[in-house]
């Protein structure tokens, strides 16, 4: 099955520089890689995601990018907010309504004044 | 996208009995998922509850533990059965977008098991 690994488990920044937190994943299928957010208290909210025929997408101060040759894919979040502080997952799966995600081990960030 | 509600957001248990978490989408859905999340720890799917069949266990879970129901396309539930302090953890209710699987997440069950 699918395995995915993520780094770093913890990452410090300070408010308004960036945050890139990187994935590889095994499965050569996988073609959607989405990205969760996780407050504390609260369930995973969908950020972002890509598809594997995008090579980069963009969404203000978010940015995720596949490299499907070498198997990875990162998140990248510009000019950091405090509002940033959450943990990080990114997952992986095949295309379509039965497609399982497959999540990786989380990033706990944290941005300081 | 789906709005997902989560009943009870969190409960503290004694060894040995049952809880039935429930889910409910705002809209009809095809797929819906349920999952672990122990403290401190990623999420690991559980199950896909599949609607007017048995749901589908992952390895590691089994039906006599985790019985669920999914009633409807727009409703669900996971039993924890028989519990022990080791089922303490978070566990969240998901729903697929129809359109591709896109999966939008409920605020979970923190359960306690003493």
């Known amino acids: 099955g699918e395995n995915v690994e993520q780094h770093p488990s913890t990452l410090s920044v300070q408010e308004g520089d960036s945050a890139v937190i990187k994935c590889t994943y095994s499965?050569?299928?996988?073609?959607?890689f989405p990205w969760y957010k996780q407050e504390l208290g609260k369930g995973p909210q969908l950020i972002i995601d890509i598809r594997s025929n995008v090579g980069e997408k963009k969404d203000q101060r978010i940015a995720v990018t596949l490299n499907k040759t070498a198997k990875h894919f990162s998140l990248h979040i510009t000019e950091t907010q405090p509002e940033d502080s959450a943990v990080y997952f990114c997952?992986?799966?095949?295309?379509?309504?039965?497609?399982?995600?497959?999540f990786g081990t989380g990033t706990r960030l944290q941005v300081t004044l | 996208s789906a709005v997902i509600s989560q009943k009870p957001s969190r409960d503290i248990c004694q060894r040995g009995t049952s809880l039935t978490i429930q889910c409910q989408v705002d809209?009809?859905?095809?797929?819906m998922f349920w999952y672990r999340q122990q403290p401190g720890q990623s999420l690991t799917l559980i199950a896909t509850?599949?609607?007017?069949?048995?749901?589908?266990?992952e390895s590691g879970f089994v039906i006599d533990k985790f019985p669920i129901s999914r009633p409807n396309l727009t409703f669900s539930t996971l039993t924890v059965s028989n519990m022990s302090p080791e089922d303490s953890s978070i566990y969240l209710c998901?729903?697929?977008?129809?359109?591709?699987?896109?999966?939008?997440f409920g605020a979970g069950t923190r359960l306690s098991v003493l």
């Open positions: 997952a992986a799966s095949g295309f379509g309504t039965a497609s399982k995600l497959t």
């Open positions: 499965d050569s299928a996988s073609n959607y």
């Open positions: 998901s729903a697929g977008d129809n359109r591709g699987n896109i999966q939008y």
């Open positions: 809209s009809q859905v095809t797929m």
């Open positions: 509850a599949n609607q007017g069949s048995e749901a589908t266990y």
